[in-house]
């Protein structure tokens, strides 16, 4: 299945935003405004509105407190260049 443009450009902010912060950072408005005029233009409709689909299509979460988290289950960690820094080991007690 083909993936429209909109879908592939919120793709491609999520994982600039995971690169630049890391996968479980919180985000608040300005950074994520910024990397959206960076990848889709600087008209304030469309920020906006990839404001809107960011969130609308589950790339990132609107929290209360106005910041996003970012929906990692959205990216392939192979593309991100991560794999190592998101490995979980599990370690026996002392």
Not at 45 to 50: D, F, G, I, P
Request: one cysteine or more; charged letters at 35%.
């Amino acid at each position: 299945m083909k993936k429209s443009r909109t879908y592939q450009t919120c793709e491609h902010i999520l994982k600039e935003l995971i690169k630049q912060y890391g996968p479980v950072a919180k985000i608040g408005w300005p950074l994520l405004r910024e990397k959206i005029m960076e990848w889709a233009g600087g008209d304030n409709r469309t920020v906006h509105s990839y404001r809107k689909n960011l969130v609308t299509l589950d790339f990132i979460r609107d929290e209360k407190d106005d910041t996003f988290t970012f929906n990692i289950m959205k990216v392939d960690y192979k593309q991100l260049g991560l794999e190592g820094g998101l490995v979980i080991e599990d370690e026996e007690p002392p």
